[in-house]
């Protein structure tokens, strides 16, 4: 039972547009929630956070949304940029140290 | 300062065959974690570890082992490896608790034929 998903596999983006990201889980004892980066043959790194307290949590170009009613985040990279790309995990926990992942979406952007 | 460290970074192993995933972590964080991670299927949590002493099973614990050898170690033991098994093992390590930020190994690619 999948209770963070990511429902797109791959998103392609231009380079300079946004690019927006999409996060759904059905726990609703989640109450922190991160997304990570991952570049191939590397581990994932950490990219921004938000807690359930916030609907919106802000850095440079990386904004995090959420959404608890509708039980969705959202990750929006503005302007994209071609390093941007890899994939993307949102991640989601219940004040414990279980970090739950999701599948990841695949992010291109092209010049 | 190397955060943390995985060993080896690749391995075959034959059906049946054992072997052991090494992870050391220098942050002096008290939790410590195991993923793999599967196309289409994400990071899916094997085992964890919320302070020394303490293993719990994560989502995937079936046909693995884990010790918490020390606040620095955690390993993986795969008692009789499947190709099921086959899969790109992270450890990692967060910051604080609460599901914080965690850090995360290079990762051990491996492959049971």
């Not at chain 1, 609703?28 to 990219?47: H, N, Q, R, V």
Request: one cysteine or more; hydrophobic letters at 30%; a positive charge.
């Amino acid at each position: 039972d999948q209770q963070v998903k990511q429902n797109s596999p791959s998103l392609s983006v231009q380079e300079g547009r946004i690019s927006i990201l999409n996060c759904d889980y059905t726990n609703s004892m989640f109450d922190y929630f991160l997304w990570y980066k991952k570049y191939p043959a590397e581990g994932p790194t950490f990219l921004i956070s938000i807690s359930s307290i916030k609907d919106k949590n802000e850095d440079g170009r990386f904004t995090v949304f959420l959404n608890k009613s509708a039980k969705h985040l959202s990750l929006h990279i503005v302007p994209s940029q071609p390093g941007d790309s890899a994939v993307y995990f949102c991640a989601a926990s219940e004040n414990t140290d279980k970090l739950i992942f999701g599948t990841g979406t695949r992010l291109q952007v092209f010049p | 300062n190397a955060g943390v460290t995985q060993t080896p970074k690749f391995q075959v192993l034959k059906t049946g065959q054992s072997m052991t995933l090494q992870c050391a972590q220098d942050m002096n964080h008290n939790s410590m974690y195991w993923y793999r991670q599967d196309p289409g299927m994400g990071l899916r949590l094997i085992y964890y570890s919320a302070s020394e002493g303490t293993t719990d099973k994560g989502e995937v614990p079936n046909g693995y082992n884990v010790s918490r050898l020390n606040k620095r170690e955690f390993s993986l033991r795969l008692e009789s490896a499947a190709p099921s098994q086959t899969s790109v093992y992270f450890c990692a390590s967060p910051k604080r608790g609460g599901g914080s930020e965690a850090f995360f190994g290079q990762g051990t690619r491996l492959t049971v034929v």
